[in-house]
């Protein structure tokens, strides 16, 4: 395998057959032999007329996509002037601006907007990002998937040392699927897959996200890092949001994404990496009445700097995509 091969644009010149060749010996090579792998197909995702080719696979139920990697990723916003004479951005009309740490001043001219969204993004950088199987849908914080069940034959594949926690905890009620069980150690949860009588098992447990990075590299699997999560957001553009540098009227319900993994365009969703102390997306740090306010927590390079619940911020509900990275030894990515 050349790891070169696996990153944009080396990934993007190769045939279908090509990329279905790599791609299944990815899947051999990085994902737990313990979990079962179904339905490996092709796929071609395209916004605002960019398109990208790319593989997928489920993996214990749930969807993943491949995602290729970026030797030299541009991350970060760097303010164009452009943005702060959009009227539609900043609404120019009744209500006034103010910086959420500066609110006695109210940000009128240009260089003040300028400085609101220099302070409210990352810096501009350039980093090496690995390739990556992404989880296409994100879970809860407080959920994990752990496998495929069949309640019929009551056979399981995937993570067998928590399906044993789940079987003592919850013993002859796991045969009652598709019914959600509730226990005072855990809930758990039954996903429909495409298989008559195969659920996904999905198990709630109140765990802190050290505690649940832990329990999911058990399986192989990771969180997005703060990098990662601005790279797979951005699809690798450098536009204040992902679909542009203009506000729209109207969010849909998912954010346009140019490989395909799904972000919620709901406000106070706030995403979970690897850094305990970085959460992406979220809310609006300030009054959320104008519409740089509402819109500026989807972009892929907003940074609050305010963890979730603390201070006079609202909970957001949080969420993670599972991850598999893939890493090669002596690699120069």
Excluded: C
């Excluded at 051999?28 to 313990?34: A, D, G, I, K």
């Excluded at 452009?82 to 006695?104: G, K, Y």
């Amino acid at each position: 395998m050349n790891p070169q091969q696996l990153n944009r644009p080396d990934w993007e010149k190769l045939t279908g057959e090509e990329q279905h060749l790599l791609f299944t010996q990815i899947l051999r090579y990085f994902v737990n032999p313990l979990l079962p792998t179904t339905e490996i197909t092709p796929v071609r995702f395209t916004v605002h007329g960019q398109s990208i080719a790319s593989q997928t696979v489920m993996i214990a139920g749930q969807r993943y996509i491949f995602v290729p990697g970026q030797s030299e990723a541009q991350l970060g916003y760097q303010v164009t002037g452009q943005e702060v004479r959009l009227p539609q951005l900043w609404d120019d009309q009744a209500v006034v601006l103010e910086h959420p740490d500066l609110p006695e001043r109210p940000l009128t001219t240009n260089q003040q907007r300028e400085r609101y969204l220099m302070d409210f993004t990352t810096p501009p950088r350039t980093v090496p990002i690995h390739p990556l199987l992404v989880a296409q849908q994100p879970l809860p914080v407080g959920q994990r998937s752990i496998g495929l069940y069949s309640p019929g034959t009551d056979d399981f594949s995937g993570d067998v040392v928590a399906f044993k926690k789940v079987r003592q905890a919850v013993g002859n009620e796991l045969r009652h699927a598709p019914r959600a069980i509730n226990t005072p150690e855990m809930s758990v949860y039954f996903v429909p897959t495409v298989v008559l009588d195969e659920y996904q098992l999905r198990i709630a447990q109140p765990l802190p996200p050290m505690a649940l990075t832990r329990e999911l590299a058990k399986q192989g699997f990771s969180v997005l890092s703060p990098d990662e999560y601005e790279y797979v957001v951005s699809g690798g553009e450098p536009t204040l949001f992902p679909w542009g540098n203009k506000t729209l009227d109207q969010l849909p319900p998912v954010l346009p994404n140019r490989f395909g993994i799904r972000f919620s365009a709901r406000q106070y969703t706030a995403e979970m990496t690897t850094d305990p102390l970085t959460w992406r997306g979220g809310w609006p740090v300030s009054g959320g009445r104008k519409n740089v306010e509402v819109q500026l927590p989807f972009s892929a390079f907003y940074d609050s700097g305010r963890l979730p619940g603390l201070g006079d911020m609202p909970l957001p509900q949080q969420v993670y995509h599972q991850v598999i990275r893939v890493s090669f030894e002596d690699d120069n990515i």
